[in-house]
């Protein structure tokens, strides 16, 4: 019998612990790009005229659709061959340049159209950078790296609040836009030159069968078909597109709650909100991803049970932020609401679901199926997420001002944030076919 031969495992050194920093400074800009609009909802509003709903369709739907239809056939030109990084970094160019046009938008239908093209320049980083990093590191430190490299959306949201704020406050929301715009024309630069693409599945234990290749070359339509196939996925990605409702509504209107129902000024509601999710976010991804890597070198049905437990521990945090009446610590001149212990606290648990259920998809998917199924997980989180969750958000804090004038969105959001029990539910459910799903692949 003919052996197969392969060439030597990869190693782990300074130039991929390079590439996986690059590569998270992308992201983490990509998130300011995609979300410093929360902060800057209520001067558009103001000078646009605008309703809570239309903010919502602006901050949601207009960036979500595009994002995650785009996502789709990009993340498999990813995996047909087509060079990740340089991919990632023309996408990360894209996203910039319109991030910087939104600043100078001068009517409400221009500033859409800018941001739809930050969506469609977005669609081309994720699923790349997340194949790229299932790649660089093998199986047994790949939960740990993608929380790191998903800490880009928590480093993401104090920059883009926190300092968003002050911006707009001493410069106007358009400068905002501008100043954010232009550092990623220098990461995209820098990814260009210095990363390099990594060898496909070189860290996995044999390379793709013959039926893995075939199910590669399938046409579109039937890939997708197949991997909607997988029960475990299915759940995951209907989990992950509910649980990105809540926290997406939660992540853009958060500041104007703070502003409406604290009374706090626009660079205060960004700073505190921004550090308070941030951090408490940065520190939960990368424990969550710690933690599930020594638990899963056991038993790995923990790379599900712990997003779960997250997203139930999660809720009655979100809850209390939302509730706890208004009373304030003095620090010096900043006043901070006591609610925002919750903040840190939501934060922390919220942030465990997202990235091990992205390293749980790169657990479930073939070397050449990677990206495609990131691109799919994507499609549900910010379709459902990025897409509906600001904009159902809006539209039932619209709904219920008639009844509770300025404090609608508190009840807006905790509608919301009820699905995360939903998201619990389903990721529950998934945990036994994710087993028999590992034992298929150890198989084939």
Known sequence: MNQVHRPPAPTVNWRTHLSLLLLALVYVFSYIDRNVIAILIEPIKREFGASD?????????????????????????????????NMVAMACGLWSLATMACGMASQFWQLMIARMTVAIGEAGGMAPSMSMVSDLYPKERRSIAISLFMMGPHIGMILAMALGGWIAQQYGWRATFLFFGIPGLVLATLLWLIVKEPRRGGFDAAPATAAQSSQAAQPLLAQLRGLLGIRAFLLVCLACGLGGIAGYGYGIWGPSFLMRSHNLPLAQAGLLFGLASGLGAASGAIFGGWYCDRLTRRDPRWQLRLPMIGAVLGLPMGFAFLLWPAGNWQLGSLAIPHAM?????????NAWWPPLCYAATSHMMAPNQRALGAAMLNLFLTLFGAGLGPLISGALSDLFVGRFGPGSLRYALLLTLCLLGLTALLLGRAIQSYTHRLDALKAS
Do not use: E, S
């Open 341 to 349: 212990i919750f903040a840190v606290g939501f934060g922390f648990f």
């Open 53 to 85: 709903t239309a903010m919502g369709l602006l901050t949601g739907l207009a960036f979500g659709v595009l994002y995650a239809v785009m996502g789709i056939p990009l993340g498999r030109l990813a995996d047909q061959g087509f060079n990740r990084r």
